[in-house]
């Protein structure tokens, strides 16, 4: 069964809100595999963009723009996951990213609107500040310039059983917004933000982040060492885009799926299973929940 002949399908195949849920994961896995859109030869190579993204970032590191930080060494074959296309290249998320950092623990204060991004706020749905705690105006003295959310940042959960790994794009912030310690900033803005979004959230990285966490049951953590480190398997630029206009595609279609779901039968419900068994690879990574 062919990945195309699969989603030309898919309308007769998803019967249930759990099935919805695994062709999501599929869709993400596929993308990040690069077997979702197609490769361009005359795309510029990943190593040639990571090149210019390590140009950029000595030069506003020595401009003072952005935080001198220690050059990760590259990944080796033993790292690398999977098989990536040609044009591609594996690489460290702190060598993509110009700032990444947990946010500071803040100084709470009540009937100042003033919010602080906390775990609770990120939601796969998006940013929620509605349940966000507040903070004092004056502790915003202490906050250096580059702490303050821009558009196009990623906001990573960072502790907490079942919400660690938890990612979202923060769009358009208010003046000033700020993020808890429970919270990293993954600035990135040489890369297309959402691709990289995707790659966190799929299951090579959400399905497995607890696991790889540092603490206690209760709190897990996810250490900046682990952050800088992870691997991310890169595209060229352009083929970021049409990735992520091709993932939103069909998420767009999954969400349509969701909403007029009726009870699926046994019989598709199995068909789906050996359909998405026989595409994935077999000993791919321990799926999550939601994304």
């Known amino acids: 069964m062919s990945i195309k002949t699969l989603f030309s399908n898919f309308d007769r195949l998803i019967q249930s809100p759990e099935s919805v849920q695994r062709l999501r994961r599929f869709i993400l ?3 990040v595999r690069g077997k979702l859109v197609p490769q361009d030869p005359k795309d510029e190579p990943a190593t040639e963009l990571l090149k210019r993204i ?9 401009t003072g723009k952005i935080k001198r930080v220690a050059v990760l060494k590259e990944l080796n074959k033993d790292e690398e996951i999977f098989a990536i296309p040609e044009g591609w290249c594996w690489a460290r998320i702190g060598n993509i990213v110009t700032y990444m950092q ?13 919010p602080v991004v906390s775990q609770k706020c990120v939601q796969w749905s998006g940013l929620d500040l509605s349940v966000a705690k507040e903070i004092t105006s004056a502790s915003l003295e202490d906050y250096e310039a580059y702490r303050f959310l821009r558009d196009g940042d990623l906001l990573w959960n960072s502790t907490g059983t079942g919400t660690i790994g938890r ?17 990293t900033l993954v600035r990135c803005p040489h890369v297309v933000q959402e691709y990289i979004r995707t790659w966190l959230r799929s299951d090579h990285v959400y399905g497995i982040i607890e ?3 540092a603490g206690s049951t209760k709190q897990v953590e996810l250490t900046a060492g682990l ?35 009726a009870t699926g039968d046994d019989v598709q419900e199995r068909l789906l299973d050996v359909l998405l068994h026989e595409a994935l690879e077999p000993n791919g990574p321990r799926c999550r929940t939601t994304l």
């Open 227 to 261: 952050a800088q480190n992870w691997q991310v398997p890169l595209p060229p630029l352009p083929e970021q885009r049409r990735i992520v206009t091709k993932v939103d595609e069909l998420m767009t279609v999954c969400d349509r799926l969701e909403g007029n779901l």
């Open 29 to 31: 896995d596929l993308a």
């Open 167 to 183: 990612v979202v794009r923060v769009t358009c912030p208010p003046v000033k917004l700020v993020c808890d310690s429970h919270v």
């Open 102 to 114: 947990r946010g500071k623990s803040p100084m709470y204060a009540t009937g100042t609107g003033i």
């Open 211 to 213: 696991d790889r966490a």
């Open 54 to 62: 390590a140009k950029e970032k000595a030069r506003l590191e020595k």
